[in-house]
């Protein structure tokens, strides 16, 4: 209690004179009985000497902390408790800012600057005329995967037939789709021989073009029209159809970006979720699915698979995932009605969307119910209520639903 006690009053004495001439660590050493004045005066003989006054004032200090450490009133001691409560507040607050500063880093150098704007974690204070349009910032995205299947074989006949092959698949598909990617807001993520990615990015400024997954299906809807449209023309060649499967997946975030030197690079858990829907299993490949849609999805009776994923079938098909679905609810006006396919209800959602052009387009969906999977078919008694959702891409079936209306 003493050293305490002895803290305090080096604490109602301290003043800019003292600080001159002594270390408060030696004062307080002092007032709590450690050493004696000789001591005290040694220790600041290196600095100013203390005039017998300032002596005399710290001898009388020291007899009081002697006095109050002997007496049994016990208000010095809530003193001190409130004094070790407010320190003990200080530190915890000192620390929090420590690890608050830590993760503040000023950047200097422009990629990084950019790195961390593209990755939305950078702070800017920015004087007036510094200030940028915030129409850039992007506020959600979705993901557009197509699994273009059977590249390989089309690529190597034509190589035997002395044709190129990458003029084919430049003027029949890939320069087709980017005409188009204007019309529906997309960008270009990643295209090679056998997979295309497309994002399609909803700015926090422009609300009014908040249409993101509703382009990716009119998009997708375009793509699946050039593939087979190509299919006719390479059953004429004597060439190997090319089969399309699309997933379609919405975050409700902005993506994040890496830069391979210029080049910026997505990072985004939408595109591993799109392709995986844009996939089809091997035995629902192997095995023929009777079924007037292009789309399926069952559980297998054995469990999960290896990925721990429901097995889905995507010929020529697009399938959205379910914050895909709810996500378009919101972009546009959707109709409900049910239909008799092949003598069994179904469900179908209707609605038009506009493109960048302000031009409107139908969109049909439908809702499916995962079924089993077992022993290579598709269990007949079996239908769960866990849906799936379906961009209908047969112009029958649309004119059909349509009429309904």
């Known amino acids: 209690m003493k050293p305490l006690i002895a803290s305090q009053q080096v604490a109602k004495i301290w003043n800019s004179s003292l600080a001159e001439r002594l270390d408060a660590k030696f004062l307080c050493q002092y007032f709590s009985g450690q050493i004696n004045i000789k001591k005290l005066l040694e220790r600041c003989a290196s600095k100013k000497p203390l005039s017998e006054l300032q002596v005399k004032q710290l001898i009388k200090a020291a007899e009081e902390v002697d006095r109050q450490a002997r007496s049994d009133d016990v208000s010095h001691a809530f003193l001190i408790l409130e004094d070790v409560s407010r320190f003990r507040q200080h530190l915890k607050q000192y620390r929090f800012a420590h690890r608050a500063l830590n993760r503040i880093k000023v950047l200097k150098q422009v990629d990084d600057i950019n790195l961390s704007k593209q990755s939305g974690s950078l702070y800017t204070l920015l004087t007036a005329n510094e200030r940028e349009d915030s129409d850039a910032r992007i506020a959600h995205h979705a993901i557009l995967k197509a699994d273009v299947r059977g590249s390989t074989r089309v690529t190597e006949q034509l190589q035997n037939r002395g044709l190129n092959p990458a003029s084919y698949f430049s003027l029949r598909f890939f320069s087709p789709v980017n005409t ?31 249409f993101s997954v509703a382009r990716a299906c009119g998009l997708a809807k ?116 049910q239909l008799s396919v092949n003598n069994r209800p179904t469900v179908f959602y209707t609605g038009k969307f506009p493109d960048t052009e302000s031009k409107n387009h139908d969109l049909v969906i439908r809702e499916g119910h995962i079924s089993l999977w077992q022993e290579n078919s598709a269990a007949a008694s079996f239908e769960s209520a866990q849906c799936y959702y379906e961009v209908i891409t047969n112009h029958k079936l649309i004119t059909e639903v349509l009429s309904k209306l």
């Open 180 to 210: 188009m990617l204007p019309t529906y807001s997309a960008t270009k993520v990643f295209i090679e021989g056998d997979a295309v990615i497309l994002s399609f990015l909803e700015y926090e400024q422009a609300p009014q073009q908040w």
């Open 222 to 337: 375009e793509m699946l029209s050039i593939v087979h449209a190509n299919n006719r023309y390479s059953e004429q060649m004597d060439l190997p159809p090319l089969e399309l499967g699309i997933g379609i997946c919405y975050a409700q975030t902005a993506p994040r970006y890496l830069y391979d030197n210029d080049e910026p690079i997505m990072i985004s858990s939408a595109i591993g979720q799109a392709d995986r829907l844009s996939s089809c299993a091997r035995e629902l490949r192997r095995n023929t699915v009777t079924s007037p849609f292009n789309v399926d999805v069952f559980f297998p009776a054995e469990g999960p698979d290896s990925s721990g994923e429901n097995l889905i079938r995507n010929l020529n098909g697009i399938l959205l995932d379910d914050t895909a679905f709810k996500k378009l609810q919101s972009e546009i006006s959707l109709k409900q009605l």
